[in-house]
């Protein structure tokens, strides 16, 4: 017979292993429930680091400078010195027409220049000779007032003379013949002064004449000048400009864009004949929210950026800000203004713009993405003690995927990146470092399950 002690030692092995199976099923039960209870998530330290504010627009690029070119003339089209895609230097004749009738109007019109301005030299002349005869007329005065002089004293002597004769010749002292000869002499230089008193008038008279034919010369020199002006600045100007606007010229430097007229045309001052545009001066208008206009301000740079070449940054500046908003949509438009040298960026492209209003090179910083609402309030989830705690927050200014914390939380907290969306304040979670590190864990608690049933089948 066999040992009954044996038999007993058996037993008790069989039952200490089946209560040691219980308590590590239980133990095991506990555990994964503890486990199922925390919530997985990932953290990264709070950071400092700078951070800008931007504010975001888009526009379509136009031309600074665009033009559409019409004759400013009728006639028909003898010249087309320029097509559609050239580029054109400023003052450079892009079409002409027919000329031949201007030309002979401009002849015309420097042959009237020319004939007012010899009646103008004859009028000089005219005015010249004029002035020498009064000069001769005053000469001439001078001197017939110098011989009245001299006859009033002949005159005076002739009279003294023939008065002593006569009481001679009454005392019968001397002859008849001498009375006579005296009484002839008087008479004679009487007549002379007479004569030459009348020729003195007449000079005057002449003088006065040449005088007056003086101030008319003179008035019909004016109005000769007054003509010719007319007939060089009107007349001549006229007949110019429209010689001149029988070429169409570029106003300023570009690339024709269109061109609308073909040789031998009929064009008048409707017909659009070409378009213009500087393809280097370019500008966008941009509709900035009110809320954001203190912030700008003229010369602001400003980053231009298109879907078509994300590679290729272009900046330029604010040029002006309209003094009014949009009732309707609270923006208020602004230009920008900039260069295109690479010639990629061209009018028509729909092209996004930022502008750097402010910049913090060191503050709290957060991904957006770890941001929760309640109530209009921000918070976040932090990690204290393996156990997640809320924090209310305010914000400052933000970039696209970072947001600057002002209040709440402080640098080196663990914030809480992924998961935070299933968490309740004071929840007990379960940190994990990444996805790499949740997939191995994972794949460990299969393994682990795998082995317990075979574990219990062998069992």
């Not at 092995?13 to 099923?25: F, N, V």
């Not at 931007?54 to 097509?83: C, F, M, Q, W």
């Not at 000069?135 to 001439?140: G, I, R, T, V």
């Amino acid at each position: 017979m066999k040992n009954p002690f044996s038999f007993l030692l058996v037993i008790l092995t069989l039952l200490t292993l089946s209560c040691q199976s219980e308590k590590d099923e239980k133990f095991s039960d506990k555990k994964k429930e503890k486990e199922e209870k925390e919530q997985p998530v990932y953290v990264i330290p709070v950071t400092k680091g700078p951070i800008s504010h931007y504010i975001y627009s888009s526009g379509t690029i136009r031309a600074a400078e665009s033009v559409d070119l019409y004759p400013k003339s009728s006639g028909y089209v003898a010249k087309i010195l320029k097509d559609q895609g050239d580029y054109v230097e400023q003052g450079a004749p892009l079409m002409k027409l027919e000329e031949r009738e201007w030309q002979l109007g401009v002849i015309e019109a420097r042959m009237q220049v020319e004939e007012f301005s010899q009646k103008v030299q004859q009028g000089k002349l005219l005015i010249s000779s004029l002035e020498n005869q009064i000069e001769q007329a005053d000469l001439n005065i001078q001197e017939l007032d110098a011989l009245v002089g001299q006859m009033e004293l002949d005159l005076t002597q002739a009279e003294k003379e023939e008065e002593r004769s006569s009481r001679s010749y009454q005392k019968q002292l001397i002859p008849e013949g001498e009375y006579e000869t005296a009484r002839y002499n008087y008479e004679k230089s009487k007549l002379a002064k007479n004569t030459t008193l009348l020729q003195k008038n007449k000079a005057k008279v002449a003088k006065q004449d040449l005088i007056l034919s003086l101030e008319r010369s003179k008035i019909d020199l004016r109005a000769l000048i007054l003509q010719r002006e007319k007939a060089s600045q009107v007349t001549l100007a006229q007949a110019d400009l429209l010689l001149k606007n029988a070429t169409i010229g570029a106003p300023f430097s570009g690339v024709i864009t269109f061109k609308g007229v073909n040789l031998g045309e009929l064009v008048g001052p409707s017909h659009h004949a070409f378009s213009l545009m500087n393809l280097e001066k370019l500008e966008i208008t941009l509709n900035i929210p009110e809320k954001e206009l203190p912030l700008l301000k003229n010369k602001q740079q400003v980053l231009i950026q298109s879907d078509n070449f994300l590679d290729l940054k272009t900046y330029g500046e604010i040029r002006s800000i309209s003094p009014i908003v949009d009732s309707t949509s609270g923006t208020t438009e602004i230009i920008v203004a900039f260069h295109s040298d690479h010639k990629l960026l061209r009018p028509g492209i729909f092209v996004q713009s930022s502008i750097q209003v402010e910049h913090r090179p060191s503050v709290v910083l957060i991904p957006r993405s770890c941001l929760l609402y309640e109530k209009n309030r921000r918070f976040v989830f932090i990690i204290v003690d393996n156990k997640a705690e809320k924090r209310f927050i305010e914000t400052g200014i933000s970039e696209i995927d970072q947001i600057e914390i002002l209040s709440g939380i402080e640098e080196n907290d663990l914030l809480v990146t992924g998961g935070h969306h299933l968490l309740e304040d004071e929840q007990d979670v379960k940190i994990i470092e990444n996805e790499d590190d949740e997939d191995d864990e994972n794949e460990d608690e299969d393994n682990k399950e795998k082995s317990e049933e075979e574990m219990n089948t062998s069992r």
